[in-house]
């Protein structure tokens, strides 16, 4: 698909011409304004977090060069149309998770989380020593945008229940939120899956639209309120190991930016994926026992249902191998995650099991 036939086919398509208008940066005085739309609401745990930091990290770092101007849901377009926003130039960019996008193009998921992925230094040593990052512009090419690795909240819990899952069967008929090839998965399951914005989340769970979902981790969780509403919490899960954040910028205005103005964007995307790894992990444990306190029981699926969610994610990848850019970026992350894995577990891992054992045994 190239950008034109895409743009005729956009949820904006019709809106593009008339939005083309907005497409360079706001000029005042020698310095740039980038209009960024977000998928967080404002002062949301992690994730608008995440999206702040790398505002402030351009702003500083360019010393008032290059400003972002941030929009929350809403504010300019809706959570879940930043994508098509960016890149018909009705916004300079966005930050977001790119699995939001899989109906633009399957590869995208990758960029995020895909079913028994990487975890997030797997997912970083893929982006930027493996080929990962290459592949992200290859598929930014055809919609217009120039993407970047811009968080990671580390590996996400498996959700919130309302009754304990003993079974896959369970799953069945399940009102469930998980976006992502992950929702897939569990929709092969029996699950009825719904993508919903992380704001409007409590809502849905306390009103009982949705049976159950998944978030990020207790930290962010916490935050958000969930546990005011349901009390069973799986706490490891297969659908995001590692998940990854982006911001996509048009292709146009990237190009339009010079040199130093890219290479801060660039590094501001890598701090804050750095940055907001480390929030996460750090404050993930304190907020677990905080919310045991509050009367949330803890699990782990069974290893039934962990081989359950493997076979069916394994139909679902292979669903969409048929398109060859997905195998393409398939190939290069699995022959990456090898290599990585190989070496973690007899390292990381191992030191990790012996420690352990060694301190609690």
Avoid: C
Wanted: glycine share 12%.
């Amino acid at each position: 698909m190239d950008r034109r036939s895409f743009l005729k086919t956009s949820a904006l398509g019709g809106s593009a011409v008339a939005a083309s208008t907005l497409a360079a940066p706001a000029y005042a005085q020698g310095k740039k304004t980038l209009t960024m739309v977000t998928s967080w609401p404002r002062g949301f745990a992690v994730l608008d977090d995440a999206a702040v930091f790398f505002e402030n990290m351009v702003n500083t770092m360019s010393d008032g060069t290059l400003t972002i101007d941030k929009k929350a849901p809403g504010e300019l377009v809706g959570a879940f149309e930043v994508f098509d926003a960016v890149s018909s130039g009705q916004a300079d960019l966005y930050h977001s998770a790119d699995y939001y996008f899989i109906g633009q193009h399957p590869g995208y998921a990758y960029y995020t989380a895909v079913p028994f992925g990487g975890t997030a230094q797997e997912l970083t040593n893929w982006y930027h020593h493996g080929g990962g990052q290459e592949l992200h512009d290859e598929l930014g090419q055809i919609f217009n945008l120039k993407s970047f690795l811009a968080g990671n909240s580390g590996s996400q819990s498996g959700g919130w229940f309302r009754k304990e899952i003993n079974s896959a069967n369970d799953f069945n008929g399940l009102k469930f939120r998980m976006p992502g090839l992950g929702g897939k998965v569990l929709g092969k399951l029996g699950a009825s899956v719904q993508n919903i914005p992380g704001g409007e989340l409590y809502q849905a769970l306390s009103s009982g639209a949705l049976d159950g979902l998944e978030w990020v981790g207790p930290f962010a969780d916490e935050r958000a309120g969930f546990q005011e509403v349901a009390k069973v919490y799986y706490t490891a899960g297969f659908h995001e190991p590692g998940s990854g954040l982006a911001a996509g910028m048009n292709l146009d205005v990237w190009n339009d930016l010079s040199p130093a103005h890219q290479a801060i964007i660039s590094n501001a995307a890598m701090a804050t994926t750095h940055t907001q790894l480390a929030q996460t992990l750090a404050n993930n444990g304190a907020a677990l026992s905080r919310l045991q306190a509050q009367g949330v029981k803890t699990l782990q699926f069974s290893d039934d249902v962990w081989d359950a969610f493997g076979a069916a994610s394994k139909e679902v990848m292979d669903e969409n191998m048929n398109d060859e850019l997905f195998a393409k970026i398939r190939a290069s992350f699995e022959e990456s995650l090898a290599s990585s894995s190989q070496w973690l577990e007899k390292s990381d891992g191992y030191y990790v099991q012996q420690r352990n054992r060694v301190l609690n045994g």
